[in-house]
């Protein structure tokens, strides 16, 4: 029996800043607009899944380019195949089976690296907002790590973050994780949907 191991990845928030350490991140939030409390964190998704892009993509050019060439240079003949014809086929084959295999690989990790990439810049975005805006430590841990609000933080930091990064320059990076994140977070919608298509053109529309 065939087993297919592969990572599922998940959020955990970290445990709560210190006073000196709210002090230290509300002195350097002040003095740089674009400071980031997390700008240590270097991981991507392009980062992380940098060898299967890059894979697939020269599957997908192998098969297509292929597919080109056969229909540039031969003339389909039934039953008949030439020599440089089965070439142009085993590129074509070989490459829509490197890019199948390396989306698959990352249809089972991506979407869960999405959502964990997605949780942790919103949570430390959402940090900030709230490091601003509150005048002590206090005040701060009350709303911050309180458990009366959205993930410990108020509603209104979650919604600023939101929009932060819906502002952020358009990426192949920012792309793919929000593809991804989407795929998590309603992957059952799709298959409902397709398998509500799939009854409907079976018993309704014979």
């Given at each position: 029996?065939?087993?297919?191991?592969?990572?599922?990845?998940?959020?955990?928030?970290?445990?709560?800043?210190?006073?000196?350490?709210?002090?230290?991140?509300?002195?350097?939030?002040?003095?740089?607009?674009?400071?980031?409390?997390?700008?240590?964190?270097?991981?991507?998704?392009?980062?992380?899944?940098?060898?299967?892009?890059?894979?697939?993509?020269?599957?997908?050019?192998?098969?297509?380019?292929?597919?080109?060439?056969?229909?540039?240079?031969?003339d389909f003949v039934p039953g008949h195949f030439a020599w440089p014809e089965y070439i142009v086929a085993i590129f074509i084959?070989?490459?829509?089976?490197?890019?199948?295999?390396?989306?698959?690989?990352?249809?089972?990790?991506?979407?869960?690296?999405?959502?964990?990439?997605?949780?942790?810049?919103?949570?430390?975005?959402?940090?900030?907002?709230?490091?601003?805006?509150?005048?002590?430590?206090?005040?701060?841990?009350?709303?911050?790590?309180?458990?009366?609000?959205?993930?410990?933080?108020?509603?209104?930091?979650?919604?600023?973050?939101?929009?932060?990064?819906?502002?952020?320059?358009?990426?192949?990076?920012?792309?793919?994780?929000?593809?991804?994140?989407?795929?998590?977070?309603?992957?059952?919608?799709?298959?409902?949907?397709?398998?509500?298509?799939?009854?409907?053109?079976?018993?309704?529309?014979?």
């Amino acid at each position: 029996m065939t087993v297919i191991r592969y990572r599922r990845y998940s959020f955990k928030e970290p445990a709560p800043i210190t006073n000196d350490q709210f002090l230290y991140l509300k002195r350097q939030i002040a003095s740089s607009a674009g400071f980031e409390i997390d700008g240590d964190f270097k991981t991507t998704f392009t980062s992380q899944y940098k060898k299967n892009i890059r894979w697939f993509l020269i599957g997908i050019l192998a098969c297509i380019g292929s597919i080109i060439m056969y229909k540039a240079f031969f003339d389909f003949v039934p039953g008949h195949f030439a020599w440089p014809e089965y070439i142009v086929a085993i590129f074509i084959v070989a490459g829509g089976a490197i890019a199948l295999f390396m989306l698959m690989q990352m249809l089972l990790e991506g979407p869960s690296m999405a959502t964990f990439l997605t949780e942790r810049k919103l949570y430390f975005v959402r940090m900030k907002h709230a490091i601003r805006h509150y005048p002590d430590y206090p005040a701060f841990y009350a709303s911050f790590y309180g458990n009366n609000n959205v993930s410990g933080s108020n509603a209104s930091f979650r919604k600023e973050a939101l929009r932060e990064q819906e502002q952020a320059p358009l990426s192949l990076d920012r792309f793919l994780t929000r593809i991804f994140y989407l795929i998590d977070r309603h992957l059952w919608k799709v298959v409902l949907a397709v398998a509500a298509i799939i009854l409907i053109r079976k018993y309704f529309l014979k």
